[in-house]
């Protein structure tokens, strides 16, 4: 089993459409975690760090569920500049290393 | 937003060359990282450094070589390059967030192209 797993999608979604992807973790002694966005040929860029109690950034929230292993990430009014890729990234207690998904690709569609 | 900076950001360059990607950071992290893409697919961590004089492979075996001579530099070489080795590479560097491990900055990427 993948450390990190995500659906790869795409989603295709309407303008204003709200949508969720989910990522599972199979180290339970993962601490941190994020959610980077990367866009066509360009490098990932930090969307949000993901906290215990789950945090909200504008249109965008991210929930942890610790005890069945996974994070989401919920974008509500989406627009057409939120067509990338949506990588969940995750970092083991005690290492330095990250652990990044394949990515989940989102196509908002006009 | 992040200072980190790689060149060059394209290259073309015939088999059997030698390369090197230079990459640095202005921010003083201590760690920093190469990873490979290719287009449209996922991440691999070929080599990290968590300080100076400290280079390790990462989880995808590569031709490469890298050497951290100073905090801020992070230089990744081929000595002669493949077709198979055309593809994207991308460097980082991290700080520990409070609370939070590692935030990862990335540098805009150094697209290779081996013909």
């Known amino acids: 089993r993948k450390e990190v797993e995500q659906d790869p999608g795409p989603f295709n979604v309407p303008e204003g459409a709200t949508v969720a992807f989910n990522c599972t973790y199979s180290?339970?002694?993962?601490?941190?975690f994020f959610w980077y966005r990367q866009d066509c040929r360009k490098e990932p860029k930090l969307l949000m760090s993901?906290?215990?109690s789950g945090n909200e950034d504008g249109r965008f929230t991210a929930q942890l569920n610790r005890a069945s292993q996974y994070i989401s990430l919920l974008i509500r009014d989406s627009k057409l500049s939120d067509s990338a890729t949506y990588l969940c990234v995750v970092n083991r207690a005690g290492s330095y290393q990250l652990t990044f998904g394949k990515g989940t690709k989102l196509s908002v569609i006009p | 937003e992040a200072d980190i900076y790689q060149t060059p950001r394209y290259l073309v360059i015939g088999t059997g060359k030698k390369i090197t990607l230079e990459c640095s950071q202005t921010m003083g992290h201590d760690k920093m990282y190469w990873y490979q893409q290719d287009p449209g697919m996922e991440l691999h961590l070929i080599h990290y450094s968590y300080g100076v004089n400290s280079t390790e492979k990462g989880d995808l075996s590569s031709e490469s070589t890298v050497s951290r001579i100073r905090t801020e530099h992070f230089p990744l070489t081929l000595e002669s390059a493949r077709p198979s080795h055309t593809s994207q590479y991308l460097c980082?560097?991290?700080?520990?967030?409070?609370?939070?491990?590692?935030?990862?900055?990335f540098g805009e990427g150094s697209w290779l192209t081996v013909v």
């Open positions: 180290n339970s002694a993962s601490q941190s």
């Open positions: 980082a560097s991290s700080e520990p967030a409070p609370g939070f491990g590692n935030t990862i900055y």
């Open positions: 993901v906290y215990s």
